[in-house]
């Protein structure tokens, strides 16, 4: 039996109507802390070393830029746009994207703990290199995604479409992908230990990667049937 999944911890967030209002002229600078902000409907550049911490983002903008060093601790992200947008050495902790444009996007060397993503397109994104621990995606689209040489510990996929999804030489711990479309996963079997699959997730790993044919019991009765 698969052990329970730890319950993610969410943001830890106070009223949006008691947080500041958005940023001086929407523009980040490298290496400030940013706490109790709620951004709405801006756009923002790439910079070094920012702090975000009790933070709303609704429907934030930030394509094609690069973040170096992003912390975000205690922050709600919804109908945000991030498409081909690099996080590099990134941290995220108590962290929900919703709804939001993901593709291209690039989480590289960074840690993800407590950290849910739910109805986003994330098409092309890539996770290369990061940690992921209680982390949850749901009803995401994930197809050509990549998780080269990633950790995945307490990991949850549900209902994700992961057609083409990269995994080689990932490492599992609890990683849960029942209930995901896999059809074009690129994994090495061999490394598989750690990962939760249901039947027709494994029967497909099976003849995808080792030949086997997997046939249920009835059909194999009724090919013996037919010869007699």
């Known amino acids: 039996m698969p052990k329970k999944h730890k319950v993610i911890e969410l943001p830890n967030l106070p009223l949006s109507e008691s947080m ?3 940023i001086p002229d929407n523009q980040l600078s490298e290496l400030e ?12 550049e790439g910079t070094r070393g ?22 975000l601790q205690d922050v709600k992200i919804t109908k945000s746009d991030f498409a081909n947008t690099e996080w590099e050495e990134s941290l995220l902790s108590r962290v929900e994207f919703i709804n939001c444009r993901l593709l291209g996007f690039k989480a590289i060397k960074s840690r993800l703990k407590n950290v849910m993503f739910k109805g986003c397109q994330g098409q092309f994104s890539q996770f290369n290199l990061s940690k992921f621990e209680r982390v949850i995606f749901e009803n995401c689209q ?3 995604s990549t998780f080269l040489e990633t950790s995945l510990t307490n990991v949850k996929f549900i209902n994700c479409r992961m057609n083409n999804v990269i995994l080689a030489d990932a490492k599992f711990k609890d990683t849960d992908f029942r209930g995901s479309n896999i059809e074009g996963l690129q994994i090495n079997i061999n490394q598989l230990q750690g990962a939760i699959l ?24 009724a ?3 037919e010869k007699y």
């Open 20 to 22: 500041n209002k958005g």
């Open 33 to 44: 802390s940013y706490q109790n902000v709620h951004l709405s409907n801006c756009q923002l």
């Open 50 to 71: 920012v702090d975000f911490q009790y933070a709303y983002f609704d429907n934030v903008k930030a394509i094609n830029t690069y973040f170096k060093k992003l912390s």
């Open 142 to 144: 994930l197809e050509d």
């Open 198 to 221: 249901d039947l027709f997730q494994a029967a497909y790993i099976l003849q995808r990667y080792t030949n086997v044919i997997v046939k249920p019991v009835d059909e194999e009765t």
């Open 223 to 225: 090919d013996n049937a």
